[in-house]
Structures are given as C-alpha cells and as structure tokens.
C-alpha cells in the first residue's frame, strides 16, 4: 500500500506525539494535519490544520478551540450577520466537541510524524482567547 506524506507546521514546543491509545498529551498532530468534521464546520475546509486549533503556551500543549474558546471560534466561523448567535450556541458547541474528541479515550492518531529539519520548524502559534467558561482542567486536545 502506497504511503502518503504530508508536511505540517507545528509549534517547537509541542510534545513528542505519543503512541496511538495513550494518553492524549496535546500534540496537536492530528488537527494539524486535518479537521475533524466539526473542525472541518468551523474552519470552512476539509484539508489542512483546523483553525479551531489553539496553542497553550503555558501547558505548551495544542488544545481544542472548540472546547476552550467556543464562542471565540463560531465568531470566527459565522458570516458576520449571524455572529449574535455565538453567544447562544457556544455551550451547545462544546458540549458536542466534548462528545466528538472523545477526549479521556486516548490518542485516536495513527500518524507517524518525522521532523523534517533539525532546527525549530514554521510555528503554528495562536492566542487562546480567555473565555469565562473556558476550563484549563479539560483534558486535551
Ligand atoms: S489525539 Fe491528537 S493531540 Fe492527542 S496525542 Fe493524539 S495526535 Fe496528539
Ligand atoms: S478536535 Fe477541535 S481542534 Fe481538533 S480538528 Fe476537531 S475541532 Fe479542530
């Protein structure tokens, strides 16, 4: 069978990605690589990173936008007219993202990543948008 390859951009600081069903240590290798369906809704593509993907830069960890930053990430993701509706559907959202990582179940990943260079590589760095909501204890992505 034909192996495919793909070049993500990920952050210097990101842990090591585990093996397939341990722990999720917040690698962020498989959003990196593709959205899930709904990182796929809010970023408006079915290839390439998801742009619901936050990196935490104190835990150094990639988290789910989608779970820490909900109605930060509908705003990005609504047309302009709609973006009202985010506050109402925030909760709605992280709930179903809770439910779709299925994020106590360990790393669902079988990618293999290589690093492509020895020295740090193009960095995927985003603010996490401060939420009230938003619950640092939630285990990632
Ligand atoms: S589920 Fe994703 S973020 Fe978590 S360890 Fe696996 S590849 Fe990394
Ligand atoms: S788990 Fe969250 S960050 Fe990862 S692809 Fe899905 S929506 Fe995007």
Not at 4 to 11: M, N, R
Not at 21 to 27: E, F, K, S
Not at 89 to 108: K, S, Y
């Amino acid at each position: 069978m034909a192996h495919s390859q793909q070049i993500i951009h990920i952050h210097p600081q990101a842990p090591a990605k585990p093996a397939q069903g341990a722990a999720c240590n917040g690698c962020g290798v498989c959003c990196l690589s593709e959205p899930c369906p709904m990182g796929m809704v809010l970023s408006g593509r079915r290839t390439g990173a998801c742009r619901a993907l936050l990196w935490d830069g104190a835990l150094a960890q990639y988290r789910c936008g989608a779970v820490q930053a909900p109605r930060a990430k509908l705003e990005q993701a609504l047309p302009p007219a709609l973006r009202w509706l985010a506050r109402w559907l925030a909760p709605v959202l992280r709930r179903a993202a809770l439910r779709g990582i299925a994020a106590d179940q360990g790393c669902d990943s079988s990618l293999e990543p290589e690093p492509t260079s020895p020295g740090p590589v193009a960095s995927t760095t985003m603010p996490l948008p401060i939420e009230p909501h938003a619950h640092r204890a939630d285990p990632p992505p």
